[in-house]
């Protein structure tokens, strides 16, 4: 993993169109870190309300927006999107560890295909004048650095209680992660692990290290 900074912060990809300067040298960026010959291509795979550019690669999935009435249709080709009718609503970064010999849960199949983003730590600006439940203005950074063993303690630490938060149960065969949500600033955090299912997932959960972060426009960003 390197510590090069990425030539803009994830968060101000959003609302970016396919095409953009912005997006593009991020990408290209990116793909010089796992790839010295070319540009790494997403997987497009679109639906009536998102197209997803996957970057399998780069631990990256980036999820579009139609807009002005757009509809694409499924199972369009990249050349066959309407990229000004597109604008980049959120963003997945993975975290794909090495599963242990002793590990009870296994990745996801599609987590399986996406390497780990290259880039550590990975670096996310916060909203300021946040206020906790009792009305309370929260002393915080303007950024957090995420590491690659980064877990729950550390993001409630600096983050704060999540506003929403939920997983931790489900069958053996696919327990769902716990996950929590700052809405504010438009994050979602997965955590995988053993410490991150089962009926105890909770009390494990400030062990539990990063899976997926999600960047999201959030509507106080909106």
Known sequence: MTTLAPPTSVQDLLRQGPNS??????????????????????????????VY?????????????????????????????????????????????????????????????????????????????????EGKVLSRPT?????????GKDFVQV????DRKGGGSGPSSGSIGIWCEWTKDGLLIEFGGVEATGPQAWERGKDAVWKIITVFVSNDQK
């Open 159 to 162: 983050l704060g209680e999540p």
């Open 21 to 50: 300067d912005v997006l593009s040298q991020y990408i290209r960026f990116l793909s010089a870190l796992v790839s010295s010959t070319e540009t790494v291509t997403p997987e497009v795979k679109s639906y009536s309300d998102a």
């Open 53 to 133: 550019f996957n970057y399998y690669q780069l631990g990256l999935s980036l999820l579009f927006k139609p807009v002005n009435g757009y509809k694409p249709k499924t199972g369009l080709t990249r050349s066959e999107l309407q990229d000004d009718c597109l604008i980049l609503d959120s963003v997945d970064i993975y975290n794909i560890p090495k599963p242990q010999a002793d590990e009870k849960t296994r990745p996801k199949k599609s987590e399986v295909a996406f390497s780990s983003y290259p880039v550590s730590p990975v670096v996310l600006h916060l909203v300021q004048g946040v206020k906790d439940k």
């Open 143 to 151: 950024s957090l650095e995420v590491q690659r063993e980064s877990s």
